[in-house]
């Protein structure tokens, strides 16, 4: 019998390797895209026709070929861009597998022309099926154009799965707007069917998303920077407002190149987990800067993929990041208060980082001396002095006077002072109108319309970030209650409750073991907007077995939020006072804008909204 092994010709092989790199129109755009990059090019034109089915023409201004490089640029494995298998893990280049063009020509009909700036002519190329048709010098601009036509002729089967011309262009776009993110200094344009649809100038990044996104973005993006030994993490993420119900505006990018990464995609989602309902996909433009030997490009086709050495620690500095970032946005949240306009509260997110309250502070000041002269009770005073510390968070920026463009705190000069203290305090701290709606939600004008608070999830921010906190700490004390409450359980809650007891003790928690499956609770947090201790502890335990699978931060959390949502108040009518003290609660916490399980707790009216509906 004969041997009955053949090596594949060259045009079949190449065919074969095609169907990896190339699937659609999309991939061409992509792989011509990273070739201009890589050759330098500071300008890339990018021309299509019928979503890329008819016409892809890719025009840079970059290094340009020798005619011999030309040539030898559609052999497969024919790069310029490594040279042995060390090269490999130094990689800063797109390219570097010599597929891409070889691929392209195998399945389409090439036509490229080219020229170093140091040479007089260029070379024209055309290329069908891997066979050169035609070879001859050309006099053009330095740069390369490659146009690439009839995309997958030979290949009918392909072809006929190619999607309609608007699913292809999109999926162009996406590519185009990857690479267009990746390397913001270069400029872009692209056209479709005779019509500029895109032009890109040269910017930085939050420019190119605003190029790419719309202007109105810019409000919506928190910066986020981090350095560390093992990777440098910087871009933007969305506000929650941002969020969107389907996935699109995900942008993960090491060492300038575009990177799909679902495990580093988690640690985002994770970040926003407590601040986004379940469901929505928070947007990001996060660039990665690791040592090119620390990652591996190579095991994907398209490079999409890409492996760290260090998954799990970079896990961990992205999930900090992002919620640091978030952490910086919620503190003040952007809401002007309509108080005479006396206040503007400063947006942040924008270019201006969040700076320390700058109110003048008497330093000889002294609460209780002061307590006495008012002759009030020590805890009314205490609960306004805490009212006004949260107010002073929100008006960081606010007291300043223009006149003296001072911020150096005043001397503690007593009339002065005095005078400036009650400016804050008693004009400008209290909201001039407050209503309760239905015991349910509380409604405040603010300079944009109206703010409407839902009552009961405030309340649950507010005891959730409190609980945490004292959790961690160990910092609350129990309010004792006016008699011992005895409450009995079945065994299988006793013993969860039992494992739980230094935990809830933190907490505010006085509870003791009385055996028999019973515990008798001597006293409770305080600021619970329910008096019954066995209510909240059995409420608590309802929440506790029923948010089982939902959070994975750990116990602590877990407990917080259930007791959060066991102790917050319902439907309940408030007083004006208490009212406020949720207003100042709810603003000194640090993520006012959303319930501890993601819901939102604010909702502003605004006055356009308003005028429309009188219209
Ligand atoms: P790779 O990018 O993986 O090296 P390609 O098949 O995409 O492989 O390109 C082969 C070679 O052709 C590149 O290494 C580069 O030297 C050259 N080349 C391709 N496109 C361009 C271009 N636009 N400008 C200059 N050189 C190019
Ligand atoms: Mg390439």
Redesign the pocket.
């Known amino acids: 019998m004969p041997d009955i092994i053949q090596l594949l010709p060259d045009s079949v092989a190449n065919q074969i390797a095609a169907g990896e790199v190339i699937q659609r129109p999309a991939s061409v755009v992509k ?2 895209m ?3 990059m ?2 330098g ?1 500071s300008r890339i034109t990018v021309i299509v026709k019928d979503a890329g089915k008819t016409l892809i023409n ?1 025009v ?1 201004d ?4 020798s005619e011999t ?2 040539r ?3 052999e ?1 494995h ?5 040279q042995s298998a060390a090269d490999l893990f130094a990689i800063r ?12 020509a195998a399945i389409a009909e090439v036509e ?1 022309q ?1 020229r170093r700036q140091e040479d007089e002519v260029g070379t024209h190329i055309e290329i069908k099926a891997s066979e050169v048709v035609s070879q001859k010098p050309v006099s053009c601009k330095p ?2 154009t ?1 146009k690439v036509k009839n995309l997958f002729y030979n290949v009918p089967a392909r072809r006929k799965f190619l999607k309609t011309d608007s699913t292809e262009l999109k999926h162009i776009l996406t590519e185009f707007q990857r690479v267009a993110l990746a390397q913001p200094e270069t400029e872009f344009s692209f056209h479709h069917n005779n019509t500029e649809i895109l032009h890109l100038p040269p910017a930085n990044i939050r420019q190119r998303i605003m190029h790419l996104f719309g202007k109105n973005i810019n409000q919506q993006l928190i910066e986020t920077d981090t350095q560390t030994g093992v990777v440098n993490i910087s871009g933007y993420i969305g506000k929650p407002g941002l969020a969107k119900k389907s996935p699109g505006e995900q942008f993960f990018f090491v060492n300038n190149r575009f990177m799909k990464h679902p495990y580093f995609n988690k640690a985002v989602q994770q970040a926003y987990e407590k601040i986004l309902p379940p469901g929505s996909i928070p947007s990001y433009f996060i660039y990665f800067e690791a040592d090119p030997s620390s990652i591996d490009i190579n095991i994907h086709p398209t490079k999409t993929e890409i492996k760290f050495e260090n998954e799990r620690a970079i896990w961990q500095i992205l999930n900090a990041s992002v919620k640091q970032a978030l952490g910086k946005f919620n503190v003040v949240p952007s809401i002007d208060f309509d108080t005479q306009g006396l206040i503007d509260i400063p947006v942040a997110g924008r270019d201006n980082e969040l700076k320390p309250p700058d109110i003048p502070v008497n330093h000889d000041y002294n609460p209780f001396e002061q307590d006495s002269k008012y002759g009030g009770s020590t805890g009314y005073r205490k609960k306004e002095k805490e009212r006004y510390d949260n107010w002073e968070q929100l008006y960081k920026d606010f007291h300043q006077d223009p006149e003296k463009g001072s911020s150096t705190p005043m001397e503690p000069e007593a009339d002065t002072e005095k005078a400036s203290q009650g400016e804050l305090f008693d004009d400008s701290v209290c909201l001039p109108t407050l209503m309760q709606l239905k015991n349910r939600y509380i409604l405040a004008p603010v300079k944009s319309g109206v703010m409407m608070i839902h009552q009961r999830r405030a309340h649950e921010r507010i005891l959730f970030e409190k609980y945490s906190e004292a959790a961690k700490s160990g910092s609350a004390v129990a309010q004792q209650n006016l008699y011992p409450v005895t409450i009995e359980f079945n065994s299988a809650d006793f013993a969860l409750m039992s494992g739980m007891l230094d935990d809830l003790a933190n907490m505010g928690f006085d509870i003791r073991d009385f055996g028999r499956n019973t515990l008798v609770v001597y006293g409770s947090p305080a600021g619970s907007g329910k008096s019954d201790p066995a209510e909240v502890l059995e409420r608590f335990l309802q929440e506790y077995k029923n948010s089982g699978t939902n959070i994975k931060e750990g116990a602590r959390e877990k407990l917080a939020l259930s007791l959060a949502k066991a102790s917050a108040i319902t439907e309940k009518a408030l007083s004006r006072e208490e009212m406020q003290e949720i207003i100042d609660k709810l603003f000194a916490c640090n993520m006012p804008n959303f319930s501890p399980d993601g819901k939102p707790v604010i909702s502003i009216l605004s006055l356009d909204e308003l005028e429309k509906k009188f219209r």
Do not use: P, Q, Y
Not at 62 to 65: F, I, L, P, V
């Open positions: 792989e011509l990273e070739n201009s890589d050759a090019s890719i840079d970059g290094c340009g070929m490089d030309a030898l640029s559609f497969r024919s790069t310029s861009k490594i280049t797109m390219g570097f597998r010599g597929e891409a063009l070889a691929s392209i490229m080219t740069g390369t490659v």
